[in-house]
C-alpha cells in the first residue's frame, strides 16, 4: 500500500511539473511559431510553412502544418512535436525573458525543438545548449504565463 501510495505521489508530481512547464505560446497573427510546421523540423529537417487547411488549436494557439500527416503526427503526441518554453527564445529564457522567434534559428537537442531569436543569437546560444537549457528550464516556471 505504501508503494502504491508512493507511486501515485510521484505521477502526480510529475503531471503538475508537466504542466508548469507548459505555459502560453509564441503567436503571432500567423499563428503559433509565426505559421510554421513544427512537425517539419523533425521529419524535413528545416522550417517550413504551415496551411489553413492543416490547422489545429492546441494549447491557447492555432497551429499550422504542411500536411494532413503532420497534423496527425503532432495531434496524437503535441509534447514531442511543440517547441520548447512555448516557443519563445531559449536563449532568451535562459535570461529570464520571452522574446520572439525566427523560425529559421532552430536545433533539436535530445529530441527536443528549441527556437532563437536570430542566428546571431543562435550562435551564442550553441556555445552552451545544456547550459543555456538548464538556465531556461529553470526561468520557465517564473515566466511562462508573464
Known amino acids: ?39 517539419a523540423y523533425f521529419t524535413d529537417a528545416k522550417p517550413v510553412k504551415g496551411a489553413k487547411q492543416f490547422a489545429l488549436k492546441w494549447n491557447e494557439a492555432t497551429w499550422y502544418f504542411a500536411s494532413a500527416e503532420h497534423q496527425a503526427l503532432f495531434k496524437s503526441n503535441p509534447q514531442k512535436y511543440a517547441p520548447q518554453f512555448g516557443g519563445f527564445c531559449a536563449y532568451g529564457v535562459s535570461k529570464g525573458y520571452k522574446v520572439k522567434i525566427e523560425p529559421e534559428a532552430w536545433d533539436i537537442v535530445d529530441g527536443k525543438l528549441y527556437l532563437n531569436y536570430d542566428l546571431d543569437v543562435q550562435k551564442t546560444w550553441r556555445k552552451d545548449r545544456p547550459g543555456y537549457i538548464k538556465k531556461a528550464t529553470a526561468n520557465w516556471a517564473e515566466i511562462k504565463d508573464e
Open 1 to 39: 500500500m505504501k508503494r502504491l501510495l508512493t507511486l501515485a505521489f510521484l505521477l502526480f508530481s510529475l503531471c503538475t511539473l508537466a504542466q508548469e512547464l507548459s505555459g502560453k505560446t509564441f503567436s503571432t497573427k500567423n499563428g503559433a511559431i509565426d505559421g510554421y510546421d513544427v512537425v
